[in-house]
Structure formats: C-alpha cells, structure tokens
C-alpha cells in the first residue's frame, strides 16, 4: 500500500503540474539547494522531485535503492526528510527572485515573456447585459439593487439584492440546454459567448483558432446551488425525483466545461473555488496557461447565481448581509458610517485574454494589458479580516512585484469594498500603507452599485476597470454620505465620476476565510 501511495502522489503532482522531463549531471542531483524554476516536475535517475504550481511546494520523494526508494526503510523519518525539503527549496526559490540588494524582483527583470492582453468582454449583471451599458449605468451612479422577485422572501430580515430579472439566452445557449441549466451555468455560457463576439472571434474566425490551444477557466464560489436544493428537497418524495442532470452539473467546473464544449475547444479549462477571490484567481491562472506557452486564448472569470432561499438565509444566519429593506439601492453603502453589511449579487463576467501576438496577427482591438496578479491568505478567521490588514498588504505588494511595477505607477485601485464594517477600513488602511506618498490615487467601490457577487464579483469588476482605462473616467462610489473619519476624500471617488487617465489599474477581490487577490491591468503600449 505503501509503495502504490507513493507512485499515486507522484502521479498526481504529474496531472496538476506542467510535466517536463530531463536530466542533470550526478553533482546537481546530488544537491539539495538546486532547483530548476522552469520545471515544475523533473524526473531524474536516482531520485524524483515534486514540485507544485506557483508557491506551492510538494516534499520531495527519494529514490534510491530497493525499497528505500520508497521510504519504506529511510534513514530519516519522512517528516524530516519533508521539513528539510520544503525550507531548502524556498529558500532557493526566494533566493532567485530577489536581487543582490534583497529586493524583490519583478517578472519583467527576470525574464522576457509572452505578453498576455484582453481583447474581448461579456458581462451578465442587474445593470446590463453588455460592457458598454453595464459601464455607462456605473458612470450614470445607477443602482442595480432591488427588491428580490423571484421568490417571496417576506419573512426573512433581508429582502433585496443585486438580482437579475430577466436575461434571453437566445442565440446564446442550445434551448435543450436553457431548461435545464442551473443560472450559474447559464450565465457563465453567456457572458463567455458575448466576450468572443465582443473580441471579434466570430463563427469563420472561431474555426480558424487551434482548439487545443484554447481553453476556458470560468470560476464560482458555490455553483449550481438552486439544483442542489432542489434535489433535496426532490428526495423527501423518493430519489426517483431527482433530476438525472443534477451530479454532473451541479459540479462546480460545468460553467468552463459546458462553454468548452460548446466551442469545441480542447485547451486548459477547469474551474477554481475561492469565494470572492475565485475570479481574480481564474484570471490570472488563465493569464500564466498563456505566459507558459499553453495556450494562445483563454476565456476566464466567474459566474454566480445565489439569490435564492438557502443562500439568502445562510448568509442572514451569518449576520453578513444588509437589512436596509426600506430603500435597496442605498443599502450598499461603502466605507460610510451607516451601512450594516453587504448585499448579494448575481450574474457573470468573462474576459477574452489572448497572447499578444496572437491577437495582433489576427488584427484584434487590444482593451488592455494583463499585468499581473497574486495571492495570500490571512489564516486568522473563517469570515473576519485580519485587524492590521497585513494580509491584503502582502497580497498587493506580491502583485506589484510579480508585475514588475513601481507603486507610484498605480493611480486607480477598483476595491473591494464589499459595505461591511471591518473589512472596508482593513483594505483603506492597507492601501494607504501602500501608496501612502501616491497623490494621484483614486478609489472606487462597483459593488456600491451591484451588490457582492461572490465568485463573479473579480471578473466583473475586472470589466469596469478595464472599461475606466478605456474610457478615461472611473465611476463614483454611491451613498457615502458620512465617510468613516479615517477617509480621505481626496483619494475616495465620491458621488460623481471623475476624469481619469489610467496608468495602471489595480483590482482587488478578498473572500471568506481570509482569502486575498489582487490583479493589475494597464492601457496597451508597444514596446
């Protein structure tokens, strides 16, 4: 059992990592700080080493004669063979990504890579079904939070939220599909369509791509969970109720598999679960396929569809979640004294990322470049933020880094800013710590207008602030009308859109249990 464990771990590391295959001399084999950055899994002949995708590391195992190749009779325990592994092999790592002055390095001093660019946007949400509607209604301050209508939710505490009330799938989506679909499905399968007809890569232009070097990556925080519920109740009755679509599209993954599918495209496509970091995380996942040379064109954001009873009552279980019932489009109120907690959202947004020479043979319009992003974890609380904000700080100065850009280049940061309590003045503080000497900034809040849309919520934001870089002005933050004393207005944009000449954008998405993203996109340039 031991040995089938041991080659299934190295089996799997294979699937989940870019498989390369090499050898070294004896003298780098036998060294423990060596380690080959460009391999993510390297097979040599005396020994095997795992290692995981971006900072993730999985314990080397040794291969050495008989069944210690195994571990089975090691010298040294696994765990400590484990330990030694792991510190040696960050310390190498950070090692190389740091200059001789112990500053962090950006990608673009490390290397010359594949530029990745959007040239395409779909956007589903209660403010409009297209980039150019949903961005004029934000700039107009409209909100697109209302009274919930596709259920009665008289009794609950909270009855409003960032609902779509209708959206035609004609043209879109197959009608066998259309039924029997869960929204979230629905959604993502629109707005990925939408982003290829927004990006030009129509029916001739779509058969003309290599599909194996297309994929989708279209992400949700909690997936199909009307069809979850519904299968629930169904087997109060008798398990023969229960809709035959139900296992297979209730997986999260079927909004990327089903647009796959529908394409005919053969490329990288999954789907990730990271609550309200997941599109961000889909992004820039997307962004490194294309980086790596896996793929030239990828459809990635996110897709959610929760409004409806078992969600609405878990969130009010939590506490999380808005009661100003009375007036719902001024009940998402961030960084203002009076607001109570967020509001739900729906819908879906996906960007079309392509390689930058992909995209100018094919003659496409470039929105913006793709510059970066990162990721951490406050490992503190299931649903609070840390109080020093020490991860959301790290988060952004890893996407800094990992971009290759100067702090003071950054003049537009699209918050997270979700209208709770603590989490609104813990992403201020982080951002004034770090662009404390910026006097250019800017700081806006979408969901003011739209609600948090959980795992949507990155990509869709993902689209107003690329729409701020192509349109030169950034949409105001609607009902701060007491802004929490710790502001300072100069850096908030208030009630009205300003004029704004985008130099690099900053987009940041945090979920519960303290999960952070952050991801920066910048107009164009040739170089």
């Known amino acids: 059992m031991a040995i089938v464990s041991s080659l299934c771990s190295c089996f799997l590391a294979a699937c989940v990592s870019r498989t390369e295959l090499g050898t070294v001399s004896a003298k780098k084999r036998r060294s423990t700080k060596w380690f080959n950055k ?9 020994h095997v080493e795992v290692v995981g995708l971006s900072s993730c590391f999985v314990p080397r195992l040794s291969f050495e004669n008989g069944f210690q190749r195994f571990g089975l009779f090691s010298r040294k325990p696994i765990r400590e063979q484990r330990k030694n592994f792991v510190h040696s092999s960050v310390m ?24 990745v660019v959007v040239t395409g946007m779909g956007v589903v949400t209660s403010l409009g079904h297209d980039p150019d509607s949903f961005y004029d209604n934000l700039l107009e301050g409209k909100s697109g939070i209302s009274k919930i209508e596709s259920f009665d939710c008289n009794e ?11 959206l035609s799938t004609n043209g879109w989506v197959a009608p066998k ?38 994929g989708v990556i279209i992400g949700t925080a909690m997936g ?27 997986a999260t993954n079927m909004g990327s598999a089903m647009t796959a599918i529908d394409l005919g495209w053969t490329g990288p496509t999954y789907s990730i ?44 279980a939590c506490g999380g979640l808005s009661r100003k019932n009375e007036d719902p489009t001024k009940a998402s109120r961030p960084w203002d004294m009076d607001r109570d907690g967020f509001v739900m959202g729906e819908g879906a947004g996906v960007l079309l990322l392509e390689e930058l020479g992909h995209a100018m043979a094919r003659g496409a319009e470039i929105y913006a470049e793709f510059l970066g992003g990162s990721t951490t974890c406050n490992a503190y609380h299931i649903v609070q933020p840390h109080p020093k904000g020490e ?37 201020y503080q982080a951002l004034i710590r770090c662009f404390d000497q910026n006097i250019e900034l800017k700081i806006n809040s979408t969901k003011s207008m739209i609600g948090d849309l959980l795992g949507a919520a990155g990509a869709v934001e993902a689209v107003a602030t690329i729409q701020a870089i192509r349109r030169g002005w950034v949409h105001p933050t609607i009902n701060l009308d007491k802004p929490e004393e710790i502001l300072d207005m100069n850096l908030i944009v208030g009630a009205k859109k300003e004029r704004l000449n985008v130099k690099v954008a900053l987009s940041n998405s945090f979920g519960f249990s303290g999960l952070n993203s952050s991801i920066l996109f910048a107009p164009f340039k040739e170089f």
């Open 273 to 316: 679960a990271a609550a309200c970091a997941t599109s961000n995380l889909c992004i820039i996942s997307a962004a490194n396929h294309i980086i790596r040379g896996e793929a030239d064109v990828m459809l990635s954001g996110g897709s959610e569809a929760v409004v409806i009873p078992i969600v609405l009552g878990g969130f009010v």
């Open 38 to 46: 460009s391999s993510s899994y390297l097979l040599c002949k005396d």
């Open 156 to 166: 609950f505490p909270t009855r409003i939220a960032g609902e779509i009330k209708s």
């Open 92 to 115: 190498d790592v950070n090692n190389q990504w740091k200059g001789n002055d112990g500053s962090w390095k950006g990608k673009t001093e490390e290397r010359k890579q594949r530029r």
């Open 224 to 250: 199909a969970m009307k069809m979850v519920n519904d299968a629930i109740l169904a087997l109060k009755t008798s398990y023969k109720k229960i809709n035959p679509f139900f296992v297979p599209f209730a």
């Open 177 to 214: 599909y259309s039924n029997r679909m869960d929204k979230f499905m629905l959604y993502s399968l629109v707005a990925g369509k939408k982003a290829l007809a927004d990006g030009g890569l129509i029916e001739e232009t779509l058969e003309a791509l290599e599909k194996s070097r297309c």
């Open 391 to 427: 991860g959301v700080l790290l988060c952004i100065e890893k996407a800094l880094h990992e971009a290759g850009v100067k702090k003071e280049d950054v003049n537009y940061v699209n918050a997270h800013a979700s209208s709770t309590k603590l989490g609104d003045i813990e992403e």
